[in-house]
């Protein structure tokens, strides 16, 4: 697909951390560009500064997000790419011991909040279908371009979808969940000529990674073989780009991580 002006796109959890990193860098190519988010302070502002639209969008909720479509397509156009970034990391171990404020095990145990599950899943999986079948009904009343295509969804997953670390049930469920509807999802919309693909980011430098412990984002980093370091939203952003403009790409779940294997804690 080829991306300017004549382009609309919604990102979701653009707000922020790679939404926002992808966002600016969909407007340098010139594309026309609307933010979902339920952070209204920092979408406004990124919105203002990277001339797009921002909506306050819930990605739980269906009246919000179709809300949020009749929105940006009344200011753009119909939009020709979705990018799914919304999302939120929480976990606890399946299974565990309680412990007292102190911090000594009391002996009882205590299994996963079972709320905190359904919440993940809700938030990541079912957030990212509902902005993908939404958006996907859209597309099909898009002209095809020059190469049949009309439209691009990408997703966005994690390295969890393949190697969740302790407390991560919820959270890389969600995210092998993404992974796995890229399949199903690309054959019933091949004839229409809409492409989707999944990436699976590593350790990003974002405000979700800055929720975990210091000493553990630490221990991540490091754990990198090459580059050493924690990913930079405009990597991801990049190779979302590419991923709008390689028209070859489909049902695809691209790794983006310096070849780190996530280790059990
Ligand atoms: N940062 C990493 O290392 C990393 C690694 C793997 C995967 N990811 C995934 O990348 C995506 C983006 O993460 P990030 O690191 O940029 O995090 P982030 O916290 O910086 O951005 C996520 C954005 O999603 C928004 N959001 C959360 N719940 C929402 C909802 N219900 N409706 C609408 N918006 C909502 C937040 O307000 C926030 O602006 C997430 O799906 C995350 O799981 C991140």
């Known amino acids: 697909m080829r991306l300017d002006a004549s382009v609309a796109a919604v990102v979701t959890g653009g707000a922020s951390g790679l939404g926002a990193a992808t966002a600016r860098l969909l407007r340098e190519a010139g594309v026309r560009v609307a933010l979902f988010d339920t ?21 739980t909720s269906q009246a919000s997000v179709e809300q949020g479509f009749a929105a940006a397509r009344a200011a753009h156009a ?29 002996g009882a145990v205590r299994p996963f909040p079972i709320d905190l ?20 009904a859209g597309m099909l009343t ?27 049930a919820a959270y890389a469920a969600s995210k092998g969940g993404i992974v796995a509807l890229s399949v199903p999802v690309a054959r019933d919309l091949a004839a229409e000529g809409v492409r989707i693909n999944a990436i699976l980011p590593g350790v990003f430098e974002t405000p979700l990674l800055a929720s975990a412990p210091q000493a553990a984002r630490a221990a ?13 939203p405009e990597e991801f952003a990049s190779l979302v780009l590419e991923i709008c403009r390689n028209s070859y790409l489909n049902a695809a779940a691209i790794r983006l991580d310096g070849a780190l294997r996530m280790p059990p804690r």
């Not at 119909?78 to 095990?105: P, W």
């Not at 899943?121 to 990212?128: A, D, E, R």
């Not at 691009?152 to 994690?158: F, H, P, Q």
């Not at 090459?226 to 990913?231: A, M």
Request: glycine share 10%.
């Open 220 to 232: 991540l980093a490091a754990a990198v073989p090459f580059p050493q370091r924690t990913g930079r």
């Open 117 to 136: 599950f359904e919440r993940v899943v809700s938030v990541n999986l079912v957030g990212t279908f509902r902005c993908l079948a939404l958006s996907a």
């Open 142 to 168: 898009n002209a095809p371009d020059a190469g049949g295509e009309r439209g691009v969804v990408v997703n966005t997953a994690s390295v969890a979808a393949e190697e969740g670390q302790i407390g991560q």
């Open 78 to 106: 119909q939009e020709r790419i979705l990018v799914n970034c919304a999302g939120i990391l929480a976990g606890a171990r399946t299974a565990s011991r309680r412990r007292d404020e102190a911090g000594a095990i009391d």
């Open 39 to 59: 952070d209204a302070a920092r979408g406004e502002a990124l919105a203002a500064e990277i001339d797009a639209l921002f909506v306050r969008v819930d990605v």
